[in-house]
């Protein structure tokens, strides 16, 4: 019964790969996002997507790209990783509207690119 | 540039201390500041506060917001060592939810 669920919860890859993390959510929200943790636990927004729609598009590298199938659905896919790029990356998810941004994260995927 | 300062970085103390830890920002359209509780995984929320000067509680925790000030607080009485966490604070701006957070604190309690 998660409710925002990330897969898979470990990567580990060589530079220069592509690679794609997968998130979905049963909560019936329909925004999404993904933030990224850096070493320092520093937590910044890469996307967001509402309805299917992007919304948030932070500055990340173009090798980044999120796809978002329906609003249940928000893909990461990164093309030729860098070590930089080793971090944990969180899906969350909220109802978009005027009165309450509660969000729920999922458990994270950690990458680490060798 | 939007920002959200937490202070102090870490924390060390006892069990049955009482601890405060801040969050001052700077944040143009301003809808809410939530605190999370981060431990191994994910951040899971605590509180959400949008009004000055309404204190919320859950426990032995409790968090209020100054919005002349652009600060919040959240205290910790009687700690346990399952309060070791990192604490977040994060600020919601404009009308797309995009959080801003700050460093976190991370908070350890010894026996």
């Known amino acids: 019964d998660t409710a925002v669920s990330q897969t898979p919860k470990y990567l580990v890859t060589q530079m220069g790969n592509d690679k794609s993390i997968k998130c979905e959510q049963n909560l019936g929200h329909d925004t999404m996002y993904w933030y990224k943790q850096d070493s320092k636990k520093f937590l910044k927004i890469m996307f967001s997507y509402n309805n299917k729609e992007l919304i948030i598009n932070e500055t990340v590298p173009n090798r980044f790209s999120p796809k978002s199938p329906d609003k249940a659905h928000l893909n990461l896919h990164i093309n030729s990783l860098e070590l930089g790029d080793s971090a944990v990356y969180f899906c969350?998810?909220?109802?978009?509207?005027?009165?309450?941004?509660?969000?729920?994260f999922g458990s994270g995927t950690r990458l680490t690119v060798v | 540039e939007d920002k959200v300062v937490q202070s102090p970085l870490s924390l060390v103390v006892h069990e049955g201390d009482t601890v405060t830890l801040n969050c001052s920002y700077e944040v143009t359209n301003f809808r809410s500041l939530l605190w999370y509780k981060q431990e191994k995984k994910a951040p899971t929320f605590l509180f959400m506060l949008t009004s000055s000067g309404i204190e919320k509680k859950s426990g032995r925790l409790s968090s209020i917001l100054d919005k002349k000030e652009l600060f919040s607080i959240l205290n910790i009485t009687a700690t346990q060592t399952g309060d070791s966490a990192i604490y977040l604070c994060?600020?919601?701006?404009?009308?797309?939810?995009?959080?801003?957070f700050g460093q976190g604190t991370t908070l350890q309690v010894k026996p």
């Open positions: 994060a600020v919601s701006s404009g009308n797309t939810g995009k959080l801003i």
């Open positions: 969350a998810s909220s109802q978009y509207d005027t009165s309450n941004y509660g969000y729920t």
